[in-house]
């Protein structure tokens, strides 16, 4: 199935981190504005605390 653009696809999935040893949750809401482009936030949670975290955009 193919959406025609503009578009909001919203997304929610589990994920493991090897390197935090640590199951989390992600989630992204994409905005599509033609078949070729699209752009969104994405957003990674770990409960298990970290000191060395880093943040990406």
Known sequence: MQMEP???LPGI???YSRNLEA???NVRV???LDY???FG???SYFRKPNKDCE???
Do not use: R, W
């Open 13 to 15: 999935i589990a994920t």
């Open 41 to 43: 936030p994405e957003i």
């Open 30 to 32: 994409y905005y599509g």
């Open 6 to 8: 503009p578009f909001l």
């Open 23 to 25: 199951l989390g949750i």
């Open 36 to 38: 070729n482009y699209c």
């Open 55 to 57: 943040v990406s955009f």
